[in-house]
């Protein structure tokens, strides 16, 4: 099953949160025009080395289950494009999707 909801942040911005529930796990993003976060399942190493000429920007964070945990995780990695945002390793998950705006 999958479930697309509106997100809204602290400056009053909406992102798009999907969950998609999948056998014995659940992917969780949040995604703005520009770029995403998203849980544990993303592969920051794939996009950064192999997708590296697409420009991608993205964090992971891990241990999350739900939208709202994506909000408040800090993020474990972030595309090298997402660090030229200033989105780096730590940042809560709310703080990247705003630079992503």
Do not use: F, H, Q, W
């Amino acid at each position: 099953m999958m479930r697309m909801v509106p997100v809204a942040l602290d400056n009053g911005a909406v992102v798009v949160g999907t969950e998609v529930k999948l056998p014995k796990t659940t992917l969780v993003v949040l995604s703005t025009d520009k770029g995403y976060i998203m849980c544990g399942a993303l592969d920051v190493g794939l996009l950064n080395e192999r997708l590296k000429d697409r420009g991608i920007i993205a964090g992971r964070a891990v241990g999350v289950r739900t939208l709202e945990e994506l909000l408040e995780a800090p993020l474990e990695s972030v595309t090298y494009r997402a660090e030229s945002l200033g989105i780096t390793v730590g940042m809560k998950g709310s703080e990247a999707l705003k630079r992503m705006l």
